[in-house]
């Protein structure tokens, strides 16, 4: 049974430019949240996909967008990248609505130049 | 604003010494608590967690925790630590805000453990 897969594994980008993450759920799950760890922080919760909509909403500007498709799967999108995006993107997956028990991916780390 | 605060940011010890890693939350409502931790080149794991019922829940690896809800807090323990508990720890509550929840972090506490 496979865990939270994400991919890719590292990626480096310059200021300005854009970026999709990606993200396949747990099986069973149907529910996905994006978190951003700065490092030397805990994880901040960005946003929540379940039923292809976007649920809850953290403290991110615009410029960090997602989607969910019908297979469940998720990209985080972030555009304009400054440097301060860089950071670990953690990808979990829960079952239902209620979303409490969520199980974590091995994360994207995001170096912006 | 909601938040979680984890006391030690940095912990030292030898084998087979007790711990206890504190953690308090500022939310007066409904909870659930949780603590993950993060093994060195792995990924988020979750360590244990409380929905309701018994305030002292208990989790893999002999990790414990104890839910005290006029203190809001949910401090960690393991009576014997091991080298192989070598990890950064994370605690983490889900406030109760109308059915769709998201997970706020501690800052994490990083956890040595000398043989």
């Known amino acids: 049974d496979a865990g939270v897969t994400q991919s890719p594994t590292h990626l480096i980008k310059t200021r300005g430019q854009q970026v999709t993450l990606r993200c396949s759920p747990k099986?069973?799950?149907?529910?996905v949240s994006w978190y951003q760890q700065a490092l030397g922080q805990g994880p901040q919760f960005i946003f929540q996909?379940?039923?292809?909509?976007?649920?809850q909403r953290g403290n991110f500007p615009d410029r960090f967008s997602g989607h969910q498709f019908p297979n469940y799967s998720s990209e985080l999108n972030v555009n304009a990248l400054l440097l301060g995006d860089s950071a670990l993107y953690l990808c979990?997956?829960?079952?239902?609505?209620?979303?409490?028990?969520?199980?974590f991916g091995p994360g994207t780390r995001l170096t912006v130049t | 604003a909601q938040s979680v605060s984890q006391h030690n940011h940095h912990v030292i010890l030898s084998e087979a010494a007790s711990l206890e890693l504190g953690c308090n939350y500022s939310y007066g409502g409904t909870v659930n608590l949780f603590w993950y931790v993060q093994y060195p080149g792995q990924h988020l794991q979750l360590l244990l967690k409380y929905f309701s019922g018994d305030p002292l829940v208990k989790g893999i690896k002999g990790f414990e925790a104890e839910f005290i809800k006029s203190k809001f807090s949910f401090n960690l323990r393991k009576p014997s630590v091991q080298w192989s508990d070598t990890a950064e720890y994370f605690c983490?509550?889900?406030?109760?805000?109308?059915?769709?929840?998201?997970?706020?972090f501690g800052a994490g506490t990083r956890l040595a453990v000398h043989p």
């Open positions: 979990a997956s829960s079952t239902g609505q209620g979303a409490r028990e969520q199980y």
């Open positions: 983490a509550v889900i406030p109760f805000s109308g059915g769709y929840n998201k997970l706020i």
């Open positions: 099986s069973g799950h149907d529910t």
């Open positions: 996909y379940y039923e292809e909509e976007e649920r």
